[in-house]
């Protein structure tokens, strides 16, 4: 019995042990958000990067003890510049998707919200239905979509009749819209719920049902980091966790989305 007390008082420091290294080990974490992606990141008037996922970078390496800095990086060289180490982690609302899987690894997700359709008042699209894909659902429709992003890949994986237009960022195609120059757009509801709801969006609404199968759209939205560095994971999954269990989370949550949940689970 004494053998058996002293080895899992000897388990319980080296657990604490471990997760003090960790945090010895990453003083300071450089990490990379898009700023162009409102409400989650953009760049204010100032030249500063805000949103959600720069208030969440902040309280969760609070959280962990280290410091963070947070840099701007063009989305589609965003997981090219973690391999490069260019930086240490990306919150920039990236889906965990086994695609990505296989160049970098994520921590437990730490947001999810649904896709949606947004085209003008009274348009109706039913792209997915009852858990199914409606092919034909956007035949000889000119759909505007960011490169290098989940409903990019579910537009071009589904819908071949349809013509699938790809922008550097999703202002550039709600620019695009409100142009007439395609029909609709396809993104997270949490970022076009923001832009309907402005001076900018008038006219225009959600024109589908929210919907997130996995099979495209991944976990949820997980915190980019290299292979390797299994002890940064440790260290957010940890932080975050505590974010959730003290409230810290919820507060954000409740700041950006007054009626999106976006941690259900």
């Not at 990067?49 to 969440?56: E, I, Y």
């Not at 280290?66 to 510049?81: L, N, S, T, Y």
């Not at 292979?227 to 989370?249: P, T, V």
């Amino acid at each position: 019995m004494k053998n058996w007390i002293k080895a899992a008082a000897a388990a319980a420091v080296g657990i604490a042990l471990s997760a003090s290294a960790a945090s010895a080990a990453w003083d300071k974490v450089v990490v990379a958000t898009e700023g162009a992606y409102p409400p989650f990141n953009f760049v204010d008037k100032d030249g500063n990067l805000q949103g959600f996922d720069v208030d969440f970078t902040k309280e969760l390496c609070k959280t962990a003890g280290v410091e963070c800095e947070i840099v701007a990086q063009d989305w589609d060289g965003i997981i090219p510049g973690l391999l490069a180490k260019k930086f240490d982690a990306i919150i920039a609302q990236m889906s965990i998707t086994e695609e990505r899987k296989r160049s970098i690894d994520f921590t437990n997700y730490y947001c999810t919200t649904p896709a949606v359709f947004v085209g003008k008042d009274g348009m109706k699209i039913e792209a997915y239905k009852d858990g199914k894909v409606m092919e034909d659902a956007l035949d000889g429709m000119v759909i505007g979509v960011q490169r290098s992003t989940t409903h990019a890949n579910f537009l071009e994986d589904n819908f071949p009749n349809a013509e699938i237009r790809m922008y550097d960022t999703q202002d550039n195609a709600l620019l695009d819209l409100t142009a007439g120059r395609i029909d609709a757009t396809l993104a997270d509801s949490g970022v076009l719920l923001e832009w309907v709801n402005s001076d900018a969006g008038k006219g225009y609404s959600f024109v589908s049902d929210t919907f997130a199968p996995v099979e495209w759209f991944g976990e949820g939205a997980g915190i980019g980091i290299r292979k390797e560095d299994q002890d940064l994971k440790e260290l957010f999954n940890k932080a975050l966790a505590e974010m959730l269990a003290n409230g810290s989370y919820e507060k954000l949550n409740k700041k950006y989305f007054e009626t999106i949940n976006l941690h259900p689970r």
